[in-house]
């Protein structure tokens, strides 16, 4: 009998095991989590953490260095060219971060069929490797972003690798849109339109091919011209509403850049390069953009718009409170460059003061000028163009002046194009450091030198033998 009474029990433990693990699978998913991610999940989040980042990129150091804004401080700055040895770090570990992220968005889009989102992900994809590539030179790409398969010391490409894939990439993009649909208008760049999308692409390309210029080898001016013949192939940004500016709202999670409105003008002024430059142009974003001095004797009087020069020395003295930004470029809703339609008209004008394509260089230009400050807000005065500093006169420096002025608050892009040609010419002081020369790079993060040393040095070798701010990129030499 009792063996008996054993033998039910040890049964009823195993249906009771059989019971409790039948179907569990199903018992235990939990309905308010998803199983998979969708690509678009991780579009939103990339898309708002780039343009924060790079926001404040073009804020703190670019415009210092291209002389927008300097510090009030009479020693080191960026615009002295002075402490860059890490300034370089919060980019390289920023847009690694979105580089896996966007990894992923691709590999879904490709497990879901999804030819749009694939896309989507080759054209973010290309700007950031173009970012990265353009502020250090060679850097991990075959290799990069693979952790979870074991490769934690990824090898560096060349710079030429980097560009030749970006390209390719950006051309695999403008087919795949082509084929594809609309995407989610939960998208904070275009609200799902696939046709403004594959516009972007195609303007990255367009820029890209462009700082490939002295590349020759390259034949890049040449594939450019194709583009810019070819609309109907190669469609690329015609108006401002076409432009990539991505909206922050200020509402959370869409937080502004700048988190304490304070900040922002707390020990900076605007720089004399870029409140004379406007000032010359009579130019209607000179009020959008600063202040005026006033005099600081006390009195505050107006005295009109007056920055610092760049670079100025510990000894110089001045007798005015400086022009500063305006709290309004901080203060959401705003909108964030990552690529303009005055930057595709500037790229004409300078194709066709070139001769590389018919049409007016001239023409382009007004263009560009105009968009932009619209863009900004401003109305363009009938008689702008009557102006001997604004009219275009037939030289590339006058065009790169005005693609130099609307390049402010675009990331890194003011200092690529004053590296691929030097200009605008702008003033040496006194007080900067690295002997007045213009820094061309980053240097790679210290930290490499302890995690991947065998392919940092070997990165550092077939870049010239230096890790510095002076060695130049390979599309610069």
């Known amino acids: 009998m009792l063996l008996r009474k054993n033998i039910v029990l040890v049964f009823a433990f195993m249906f009771g095991l059989s019971a409790c693990t039948y179907h569990f699978d199903e018992i235990n998913t939990d309905p308010n989590r998803l199983e998979k991610i969708d690509p678009s999940t991780l ?20 415009h210092h260095l291209m002389q927008f804004a300097v510090t009030t401080s009479t020693t080191g700055g960026v615009h002295r060219y002075a402490d860059l040895e890490n300034s370089g770090n919060s980019t390289w570990n920023t847009y690694y971060l979105q580089l896996t992220n966007i990894k992923e968005m691709y590999e879904l889009a490709v497990e879901a069929e999804d030819v749009s989102y694939q896309a989507v992900a080759l054209t973010l994809r290309s700007w950031i490797l173009a970012n990265l590539t353009d502020c250090f030179g060679d850097i991990p790409m075959d290799e990069a972003c ?7 010391t990824p090898k560096f490409n060349t710079q030429k690798e980097v560009y030749e894939q970006i390209l390719s990439d950006l051309d695999t993009a403008n087919d795949l849109f082509a084929q594809g649909a609309d995407i989610s208008s939960t998208d904070l760049l275009y609200n799902g339109s696939i046709q403004k999308w594959r516009k972007f692409a195609n303007s990255l390309r367009m820029r890209y091919l462009l700082r490939l210029s002295k590349r020759t080898e390259m034949q890049s001016l040449q594939e450019l011209a194709n583009m810019i013949n070819n609309p109907a192939d190669y469609p690329v940004f015609d108006s401002n509403e076409d432009g990539a500016l991505l909206p922050i709202s200020g509402v959370s ?53 007056k920055g610092l020069p760049s670079g100025f020395a510990a000894s110089e003295q001045f007798d005015y409170n400086p022009s500063n930004l305006n ?8 909108k964030v460059l990552f690529m303009t339609y005055a930057e595709v008209e500037f790229i004409k004008a300078e194709m066709a003061f070139r001769g590389l394509i018919s049409g007016s260089a001239e023409e382009h230009y007004e263009k560009a000028v105009t968009a932009i400050i619209e863009q900004w807000g401003g109305v363009v005065p009938d008689d702008y163009f009557e102006n001997p500093r604004a009219a275009y006169n ?36 006194a007080g900067m450091d690295n002997n007045g020369v213009m820094p061309v790079r980053f240097n790679y993060p210290a930290t490499l030198q302890q995690t991947n040393r065998e392919n940092y040095e070997a990165a550092v070798q077939s870049m010239g033998g230096t890790d510095d701010i002076n060695t130049k990129v390979w599309w610069e030499k």
């Open 146 to 152: 693979r952790g979870d398969e074991g490769i934690l």
């Open 253 to 305: 999670p869409y937080d502004a850049p700048i988190a304490r409105l304070e900040d922002f003008r707390n020990g900076k002024a605007a720089a004399s390069f870029f409140v004379d430059s406007l000032l010359a142009l009579n130019d209607p974003r000179l009020p959008i953009f600063v202040d005026q001095a006033t005099k600081n004797d006390g009195s505050q009087e107006v005295i009109g718009y």
């Open 394 to 429: 037939n030289t590339l420096a006058r065009i790169m002046l005005q693609k130099h002025l609307a390049a402010f608050f675009c990331d890194y892009q003011a200092w690529f194009e004053y590296r691929r040609t030097g200009l605008p010419v702008m003033p040496s002081r």
């Open 43 to 62: 579009m939103t989040p990339t898309l708002y953490d780039l343009a924060n980042f790079n926001y404040n990129r073009a804020y703190s150091f670019t």
């Open 327 to 334: 709290n309004s470029l901080a203060t959401p809703p705003l």
